[in-house]
């Protein structure tokens, strides 16, 4: 689908039925979460933070059951279909399973389309070319990431099926946004052990990273892999600087003082207690 900018987007419905790739579920969505998911995502895109839009909504007269809180507690609810758009629906795991079933000329040559059709700085012809797309992958998560964090925005399920290889937010399922600052943010009511809490989101981002390299490992010659463990290893040092200089902007924080950094951990600390 091409917009009138020329801009390439592609159509995915959620809550339509079941496809090949449904597993269990029904493939269904209730009108409680497609209504969620088409604000949250278009006041993502204004708030300007990389995300998957909603095109349109179309209620259901379908019955879907559901158990909202996962208490065991199956309601009816009515059906929705939502039409979302992005620039492409690839995540980590459409590599990582390509990898784990050892189909690897099917692993390059989505790699290679992916990167053709996506990553236009990069040369098709260049050796390092997954590597360098590894690179551009790492840093514009981490800035992703830091966004996140900027808006108290908390994804909920953060695995690798649900991180795009573009680096944009895409499937809005539990989310929230934080009233007030708490790291220990949980959006999602099924997730008791806390693995997705809002101040876990830029570990799991790395945790994803690793797993978006060990799928790229069996394209990589042995100096490659070692220059791909370096570049992880510096995904620390581009979030924490993506993130001080959101935080700084927010408190209108001008040039470079020692002191800034100290200035946000302390007031996010009275947050906090507050």
């Not at 579920?25 to 995502?41: K, W």
């Not at 690839?90 to 290679?112: K, M, N, Q, V, Y």
């Not at 999602?188 to 060990?214: C, H, M, P, W």
Request: aromatic share 12%.
């Amino acid at each position: 689908y091409f917009c009138r900018h020329g801009e390439r987007w592609e159509l995915q419905l959620k809550g339509s039925g079941k496809t090949p790739y449904s597993r269990n579920g029904d493939g269904r969505a209730v009108l409680r979460s497609s209504v969620r998911e088409f604000l949250c995502s278009e006041a993502m895109h204004y708030l300007g933070i990389p995300t998957s839009r909603a095109a349109s909504l179309v209620v259901s007269d379908d019955d879907v059951w559901r158990d909202q809180f996962y208490n065991g507690n199956i309601k009816k609810e009515r059906g929705a279909i939502v039409l979302r758009l992005a620039r492409s629906w690839f995540r980590i795991g459409s590599l990582e399973i390509l990898t784990h079933a050892g189909e690897l000329d099917l692993l390059r040559r989505l790699l290679d389309f992916i990167i053709q059709e996506h990553f236009p700085s990069i040369a098709m012809k260049d050796s390092n070319r997954y590597l360098e797309f590894f690179s551009t992958v790492m840093s514009e998560t981490a800035n992703l990431i830091a966004l996140w964090m900027s808006v108290g925005f908390a994804h909920g399920v953060c695995n690798t099926d649900n991180f795009s290889l573009l680096s944009i937010t895409i499937d809005y399922g539990p989310f929230g946004f934080m009233g007030s600052y708490n790291p220990n943010f949980v959006p999602n009511t099924s997730d008791d052990e806390r693995r997705y809490k809002i101040g876990n989101q830029a570990s799991v981002g790395l945790f994803n990273l690793s797993k978006l390299l060990q799928a790229l490992k069996p394209l990589l010659d042995p100096r490659q892999k070692q220059l791909a463990s370096q570049i992880l290893e510096g995904y620390g040092e581009h979030y924490y600087s993506r993130f001080t200089e959101l935080f700084k902007t927010k408190l209108g924080l001008l040039g470079e003082n020692e002191n800034d950094n100290f200035l946000i951990a302390f007031l996010l600390k009275v947050s906090l207690l507050c």
